[in-house]
Structure formats: C-alpha cells, structure tokens
C-alpha cells in the first residue's frame, strides 16, 4: 500500500515537473537557443523529483491546491538542478555525468553551463514571486524568503564551499554534520517548509515538519554516502566513489559501515516519529521517509 | 548646481552601499571564511554605484524612507556584483582586473568566484523579500518578481549569453541594441522600477520612468563602448578594447564614433524629456542622465 502511494506520486510529481520545465523553457528563435537548450538539458527528465515531492506531499496536509504546489515544488526544483549544473563545473566537483547524461558543461560548453545555471536560479525566484502562484503576496514574499535564504551562504552555497574545503581539511563529525545539513539539508527543510506555508501553518505550527526535514535531510545524506561506496554507477547516472579517492570525510568515514546504516534507519524512525500529530493524511511524507534509505540509486 | 547635488549622491550611495555590505557579509569563523571574504572583495569599495543611486532617486519621487530604497539599491547591486564576478570567469570573459582590482576568480579561485557570485544572487533576493526591508508583502514580492525578470534569461543573463555568440555571429544593430537591452538595460529599467514600487506608483504610472530609464540604459552602453575604445585602462579599472579584438559588433563598430556620440547625446535628451511631468524633485535623475555620457570611467 504505501509503496504505490509513493510510486504513484513519484511518477504524478515527475510528470508535472517536466511538463512545467517543458512549458517554462520553450527555445527561443534566436542567440539564446542553446541557453534554454542547456536549462531543459538539465531540468527535464530525471532525478528523483525529492523536493518537489515533498512540497505536495506537505502541501496537500492542507489540502492546498495541487497546480500551486506544483508550481512552488518545481521552482523549489529550478533552484536545485543549478546548483547542481554548477557543482559539476571543472572548477567544482568536475563531474561529466549526471542522471545518466552528459553534464551541461560537456554537452554544451561552460559558459553556457554557468549561465544556464544562473538563470534557473533567477527562474525559481521568478516563479515563487509570480502572482500566478498564489493570490496572497504574503505568502509568496515569504515563499521567496524561505527558498533564498536554503540557497545561500547560510544554506546550500555555503555547504558547497565547506564540501570544496573537505579535501584540505579534516573535518569532524560535527563539522560534517554541520555542512550536510547546510549542503543537502537546507533546500530540503525549505521544500517541506514550502508546503507548510502554503498551507497557511505559521512558522510556530511547523515544529514537526522542520523535524521530519532536518532528519530526513541528515537520512538522506548517509544514504546518498552509502550508495556512493557500495551503489552501481550505472544506476546511480554518476560517478561514484568519489569522495574515498578524494580523502575526504564523510558520514561513512568517520562512522564505519555498520554505524552509519543504523543511524540513518534511526534517523528515518525519527523524522517518521515527528509526524505523530498527524494522520493517514501524512503517509506519504512516512512512505517518503523510508523509501530515502531504501532506494538503489 | 546639479554637478554637486550629483557628487553628493553617488558619495553618499557608494558609502551606504559599502555599510550594508560590510554588515551583511560578517565573515564566519568557519570554512565559508574564504567565501565570505571573495563576496566582500567584489561587492565593497569599488564600482560607480547606479543602480542604488537610480533606486534612490526614483524612490526620493515618492518620499520613501531612505533605509528602505537603500536596502533595496544594495541588494540590486548585489544581483549585479555577482553577474560581474560569473562575467569575469575564464569561460566567461576572461578578464583579470576589474575596478582596479584583480577579479575573483584571481586573488580567489575560480569554484570560490562562482560560488561567491551564487551567493550574492541569493542575498539579493533574500534582502527584497526580508520584512526588514518594507512592511507590505506585495511591495516585496513585486521587488522579487522585478529583479528575478531582470536578471534572469529574458534579461541580463539572456543578454550575457547573446554576448558571448556576438563574437562567433555578425549581428545587425538591431540585435545589438536588443542585446544591451537584456545584458545591461533590464537591471537598469528594474533598479528604477524599484524606486516606483517603493513609492507605490501603479504599474501605468510609470511609463514615464521607464522609458527613462530605457534611453538611460542605452545611452550607458554607448557610452561604455565609447569609453572602451578611447578610455584610459588605468581609469576604468579594467582592460579595455577587448571589443574590437574579439570582432565583436558593437554601437561603435555599426555606427561609427560620431553617429555613436550622437545617439548617445540624444538618448540622453530623450531620457530627460520622459520626466517632463517632474518638477525639481527629478533634477537628480537629469543629472544622473547626463553623468551617464560625461563620465570618464
């Protein structure tokens, strides 16, 4: 049961996310075509849509209405497939493949791969700021506060500076807990967090939704360590084992094998427990809790 | 008159802008240190400071408390900081110096550069949705929407990406003029628009500031390519004739120099002759006008 509650909404979100990318990023007739060309590229078809599944998921707690969470999620999205276009820059992480594709820079070039990746940026703002996503400006002022400050040197972008400096330094498990939650941890509290105002919570009723996210966040990273050490690169679309020849620490460097897996269970049967006040209506945010540490790739 | 109500401006711009700057980037006793340190290098001390002054002045029409159209100018400025910082990179332009001082991807490295300038791009946008910045939600979503218009692949980085294909492309002026009008242009119009929201002007009160601000914005860019050809490196900051080297068409290489200097003039006229429903209130935004054509750097 909750595992086709999960794969049918994996495969609905996926759906709706391309088909927004689709209408988004029609190419235009002139010097920007490969621009656009680059962003759908990178945007549509593939990755396991996290983010935008969880501000549904969230979202419809309240019972907010679907073409506006999937409006916010795949903005939330926008933001995510950027960093990643610029992680995998020759300056950054240096990597040629991703959700089984050429990345941007090698496809196109990288030029087109920066700007590609400061225009989805820009896009994801757009959208949130849009009166076509939601009526009320307070809720899109504070849609677009909630997505700048996961993305910024405090969130996403400061975690991607702390993850460079890794190969220099040793970090210790605080330090990496620490980066993880700012690298990976923060856009996906903001996508939860997303869902909550839109269902109108105030920021004092989203105590055991932040919980689920950080936790769900920290799970999710151990996973993403452990399916880097031990996952197929075939189905991961990436190359892995990439942080071992690197040197640098992880989760599962400075915990072991054993360890690690059973904090990341554990932290799944955390985040699940921060759902408590809630009903069957938040099975699927449970279903997505378990299926982080229980996916192949 | 206008000469010293102008000089009192930008010096009082360039200092508030250095103070906000210098109060949002604290640098962290952590591994973002270097981070923070690049995002300080590109966006305090340096730069002439128009958009914030343009945000201020508009705002001024309307009385907005100074605080309030600083923030915003500042945040502009931000977006802006950081399409120079990406502008700058070796896929990009590949420029070393940029105002008097070595970009950021020399005196830093380039995974920091690109990672500095995401995080101003982000703070941009964080600022204009922060409630410090103004009380009323629809004044801060309309902001966002603003600037995420100007910034993204309908403007500047679209006008970016229409830059780097004017050198493998013979574009006509038409194209060129509708190049400048995204790559510097949008920010621009946006950074002025700025101002009206502020001051509450409704979207059909301010066809008069922006069609002022879209001859200010083309009239800047002659003037850039005249001050390019002709202007002294040591003065701008920056390597200049680069233009011409590249082949790239330009206002100067499709109209010559005097026809250039003309329509440069004549823009400037024309930008002047929108605020013609202003009275003394407006006599900076004129002097702004004209700086734009008389400047020397």
Redesign the interface.
């Known amino acids: 049961m909750a595992g086709s509650l999960l794969d049918g909404a994996l495969a609905e979100v996926a759906a709706d996310v391309d088909a927004r990318f689709d209408a988004w990023l029609t190419i235009p007739d002139?010097?920007?075509a490969?621009?656009?060309r680059a962003?759908r590229h990178a945007a549509i078809g593939g990755g396991k849509r996290l983010r935008p599944l969880l501000t549904r998921a969230t979202a419809d707690l309240f019972a907010v209405d679907r073409d506006c969470s999937g409006r916010v999620g795949t903005a939330i999205e926008a933001i995510h497939v950027y960093?990643l276009i610029?992680d995998d820059?020759p300056?950054?992480d240096d990597d040629a493949m991703r959700r089984g594709k050429p990345t941007v820079h090698i496809a196109f070039?990288?030029?087109?791969a920066?700007?590609a990746?400061?225009?989805l940026?820009?896009?994801g703002?757009?959208v949130?700021?849009?009166?076509a996503t939601h009526p009320?400006?307070?809720v899109?002022?504070?849609l677009?506060?909630d997505l700048?400050?996961a993305?910024?040197?405090t969130?996403m972008?400061?975690g991607?500076?702390?993850d460079?400096?890794?190969e220099r330094?040793r970090?210790d498990l605080a330090?990496v807990t620490r980066?993880q939650q700012m690298k990976t941890g923060a856009l996906i509290t903001a996508a939860v967090e997303a869902g909550a105002i839109l269902g109108r919570v105030a920021p004092e009723g989203r105590v055991g939704l932040r919980g689920y996210a950080h936790d769900l966040g920290l799970a999710f990273q151990i996973a993403d360590d452990l399916l880097d050490a031990e996952g197929d690169e075939e189905l991961a679309g990436k190359k892995l084992r990439k942080d071992e020849v690197a040197g640098k620490e992880t989760f599962l460097s400075l915990l072991g094998v054993e360890p690690a897996r059973q904090r990341c269970a554990m932290l799944v049967d955390q985040a699940i427990e921060h759902l408590r006040h809630y009903g069957a209506e938040a099975d699927l945010l449970r279903a997505i809790a378990r299926y982080v540490v229980e996916r192949d790739h």
């Open positions: 002139d010097a920007r490969d621009l656009y962003m960093s610029h820059l300056a950054m070039d990288e030029a087109t920066i700007l990746g400061d225009c940026h820009a896009l703002f757009e949130l700021a849009d009166p009320d400006p307070f899109r002022a504070e677009v506060l700048a400050r993305a910024g040197p969130g972008a400061g991607q500076m702390m460079l400096e890794a330094s970090f330090t980066l």
